[in-house]
C-alpha cells in the first residue's frame, strides 16, 4: 500500500508559519517516541506514522488512516483548546478565539480528510499562501489568518484579486494552531486582544524557542497566558516588554537562562493588536502590527537591569520604572486612573532602541506637580531605579559617552539639591525652557549668582568647574539631550529629598 505523505509548508506568512510549528508542537509533547531520522531531523513518532520536523516544512507520513488518525486528534485538542459547549450545548469559542474567530462557527475546525468535502472546496488549485499546486483548495480569509480581509470586499478595489486568494487544504488545517503558541494579552474590558509571537528564518529556529518556553504559559488567569510584572501593560510593545521582564524574573536563576538566550538569538517577535467595538459585534479591527527586531537584545536589557539590594534580594530597576511610568491619578469618586501614554511611549522606544530621556523626564515632571498636587500618590515612586536604568540604557544603545552621563548627573543633582533648599521652582522651569545650548549653559551659570548664599557650604568653585566641564561637551547636537537629563536628575534628587523628609516627619508624628 502506497505510503500517504502530507506536508506543512514553512512559506514566510508568519500567522501561517506558527500554525505549522504549533502543529508539530502538538506531535512533539505527544507522540509515543521522540527520536532523530538518520539524517539528524527531529522525528515525532506515533503507531504507524512518522512526523518529521525539516528547516522548511513538516512532514506526517505512515498509512492513510493512521496518518488521518493523528491529525484527527491533533485537532480534536485544538477544538477543546478554544472552543467548549455554551450552557445550551452549542460549542463555542473561549478565551482569544472568541475575539479572533468572531463571527466564525467553530466547526471550521475539521478533520483534514473531512476539509475538502466542504462546500466551499474546489477539489484542486494553486495555494497563495504556499504555492502548492495540485490540492484541494478554498478561498482563504480571516480565519486561515487574521490579517487578510474578505476578499470579495476587497477586490472592488483591487481588481487583480478577482477570483479570490487561495489556500490549500494542508495550509488552512494548520493555521488555526497558530493561537495555542501565540502569548496574549486582553485590554480595554475584553474588547482589544495584544497577540505577540516569534518568527524565525525556518521552523527549526522558532522550534527551539518555543520548546525553551512552554513551561512560561500560564493558564489560570483569564487576561493573559504569561506572568505580569507590571501593571497597566495595554499597548503591543508594552505587553511584549512585559513578556519579556516577565520570563527574566521566571527563568533567571535556572541554568536554562544562557539556553533562552541563544534561542531568541535565532527569533524575531511579531505583535498584532486586534479590537471589536461592541461584545456582540463581529467586526474585528486590527489597529496595531509590528515587528520586534531584536528580542534578545531586549531581554539582554533586562537582564542588566538586575540589582542586588542590600537585604540581598534581587530586584530590577527596568521593571520598577515601567511600574512607575502610568501617571495615576485620583478620579473625582476617589478611584485611581492610570495614564498610559508615557508607558507606551517608553516602551516604543526601549524595542526601537531610541532615545528615553525626554521620555523620562516628561514623567519626573508630572511627579514633580504631583508631590504638590497628591504627593501619596508617588509615595513609592522609585528615584533608585530611574538613577540606576538610565547609564545602564546608554551603555546598552550605546549612544553617549560615560563622562558626560555621570558630569550632567552631578550638576543636575547639585540643581536639584539647590531646588529643596532654596524652594525656587523657577531653576527647573528655566531649565525646561532653555532653546538651544547656549541658552542652557546660561541658565547654569546664572544659579550660582541666584543663589550664591545655598552655595557657601557647597563651594561655587565646584560648581563653576563643572559647569565649565559641560561647556566643553554640550553643543547643538546634543544639548537637547542633555537639557532632559540635568532636568531629570534634578527632579530625581528633589523627589528623593522630599519623600525623605516626608518620611521623617511622619515618622516624627508617629511614636
Ligand atoms: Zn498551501
Not at 157 to 176: N, T
Not at 223 to 235: D, E, I, L, T
Not at 395 to 420: D, F, H, I, P, R
Amino acid at each position: 500500500m502506497a505510503k500517504t505523505v502530507i506536508q506543512f509548508q514553512h512559506t514566510g506568512h508568519f500567522w501561517n508559519d506558527l500554525g505549522v510549528i504549533a502543529l508539530w508542537r502538538w506531535m512533539a509533547e505527544n507522540a509515543l517516541d521522540i527520536g532523530k531520522t538518520s539524517n539528524g531531523d527531529l522525528m515525532a513518532e506515533f503507531d504507524g506514522c512518522e512526523c518529521i520536523l525539516y528547516q522548511d516544512c513538516l512532514e506526517t507520513s505512515g498509512d492513510e488512516t493512521d496518518v488521518y488518525a493523528v491529525l484527527g486528534d491533533a485537532i480534536e485538542a485544538l477544538t477543546g483548546q478554544v472552543a467548549q459547549p455554551s450552557k445550551t450545548g452549542k460549542i463555542w469559542w473561549t478565551g482569544p478565539s472568541s475575539l479572533l474567530y468572531a463571527g466564525q462557527q467553530p466547526n471550521f475546525l475539521l478533520r483534514y480528510e473531512q476539509l475538502p468535502k466542504k462546500t466551499q472546496w474546489r477539489r484542486r488549485g494553486h495555494c497563495d499562501v504556499c504555492h502548492g499546486e495540485g490540492h484541494a483548495v478554498r478561498t482563504t480569509g480571516t480565519a486561515y489568518n487574521p490579517l487578510l480581509v474578505n476578499v470579495s470586499r476587497m477586490s472592488g478595489f483591487y481588481s487583480e484579486l478577482k477570483g479570490g486568494y487561495q489556500i490549500c487544504q494542508s495550509c488552512a488545517f494548520a493555521a488555526p494552531f497558530a493561537l495555542t503558541q501565540a502569548w496574549y494579552s486582553w485590554g480595554d474590558e475584553f474588547l482589544s486582544l495584544t497577540l505577540l509571537w516569534p518568527v524565525g528564518v525556518d521552523l527549526l529556529a522558532v522550534d527551539r524557542f518555543l520548546r525553551q518556553t512552554t513551561g512560561l504559559h500560564i493558564a489560570d488567569n483569564l487576561r493573559r497566558n504569561y506572568k505580569r510584572v507590571f501593571s497597566y501593560a495595554n499597548s503591543t510593545t508594552a505587553c511584549f516588554l512585559d513578556l519579556m521582564c516577565s520570563s527574566w524574573t521566571i527563568i533567571r536563576n535556572h541554568t536554562s537562562a544562557d539556553v533562552l538566550m541563544m534561542a531568541l538569538a535565532g527569533v524575531q517577535f511579531h505583535a498584532m493588536q486586534l479590537s471589536k467595538p461592541s461584545k456582540t459585534s463581529n467586526v474585528v479591527n486590527i489597529d496595531r502590527y509590528q515587528t520586534i527586531p531584536d528580542p534578545m537584545g531586549i531581554l539582554r536589557l533586562v537582564q542588566q537591569s538586575d540589582h542586588i539590594s542590600q537585604q540581598g534580594k534581587i530586584w530590577n530597576s527596568l521593571i520598577s520604572i515601567l511600574n512607575d511610568m502610568p501617571v495615576k491619578r485620583r478620579g473625582a469618586d476617589g478611584k485611581i486612573q492610570a495614564d498610559t501614554n508615557l508607558l507606551n511611549q517608553i516602551a516604543d522606544a526601549i524595542v526601537a532602541r531610541s532615545s528615553i530621556e525626554g521620555i523620562l523626564e516628561q514623567r519626573i515632571y508630572e511627579a514633580l506637580d504631583q508631590l504638590h498636587t497628591d504627593a501619596k500618590i508617588i509615595e513609592h515612586f522609585n528615584v533608585f531605579a530611574f538613577r540606576l536604568f538610565v547609564p545602564i540604557y546608554f551603555k546598552e544603545v550605546k549612544y553617549m559617552s560615560a563622562n558626560l552621563l555621570s558630569a550632567l548627573q552631578s550638576v543636575g543633582e547639585t540643581l536639584g539639591e539647590l531646588v529643596k533648599i532654596t524652594e525656587d521652582r523657577g531653576i527647573l522651569y528655566n531649565l525646561r525652557n532653555a532653546r538651544n545650548a547656549d541658552d542652557l549653559l546660561e541658565v547654569l551659570s546664572r544659579v550660582v549668582v541666584r543663589h550664591a548664599d545655598a552655595f557657601i557650604e557647597r563651594k561655587p568653585e565646584l560648581w563653576r568647574n563643572r559647569v565649565r566641564e559641560l561647556t566643553e561637551f554640550i553643543d547643538n547636537n546634543n544639548w537637547h539631550r542633555a537639557r532632559s537629563l540635568l532636568g531629570l536628575y534634578a527632579g530625581l534628587k528633589f523627589i528623593e529629598l522630599s519623600q525623605k523628609s516626608q518620611s521623617s516627619s511622619s515618622t516624627s508624628t508617629n511614636p
